[in-house]
């Protein structure tokens, strides 16, 4: 099976960075789109950085400057570094990835996501 495992959440200051991690574990051949997500409490989840499947980035506009998204294909990583957090970057941050695995009945492509990381920033 595919697992997503996310870390590097945790508890800053307003002005601080995080780098969050986003590990995925299988027999894994390949890994497409791939992206960050968040959601805080009482809000939808929302696209905060992604790589599309053409390979380019995608940032939503409140964490464009502040965020960077990377990948480390041979540790089949995607990472995002988040500077100068912000009180309303506070939520559950999550993964979602498009990946080509062996399962059982064979090899197929899916998206999968994380179990999500906490990341709180204080003012």
């Known amino acids: 099976q595919v697992q997503l495992v996310e870390s590097g959440g945790g508890l800053v200051q307003a002005g601080e960075s995080l780098r969050l991690s986003c590990a995925a574990s299988?027999?894994?051949?390949?890994?497409?789109?791939v992206g960050w997500y968040r959601q805080a409490p009482g809000k939808q989840r929302e696209l905060v950085a992604a790589?599309?499947?053409?390979?380019?980035?995608n940032y939503a506009d409140s964490v464009k400057g502040r965020f960077t998204i990377s990948r480390d294909s041979a540790k089949n990583t995607v990472y995002l570094q988040m500077n100068s957090l912000k009180p309303e970057d506070t939520a559950v941050y999550s993964c979602n990835a498009n990946v080509y695995a062996s399962l059982p009945g064979g090899r197929r492509w899916g998206y999968y996501w994380g179990q999500g990381t906490q990341v709180t920033v204080s003012s």
């Open positions: 299988g027999r894994i051949y390949s890994i497409d789109d």
């Open positions: 790589f599309t499947s053409g390979g380019t980035t």
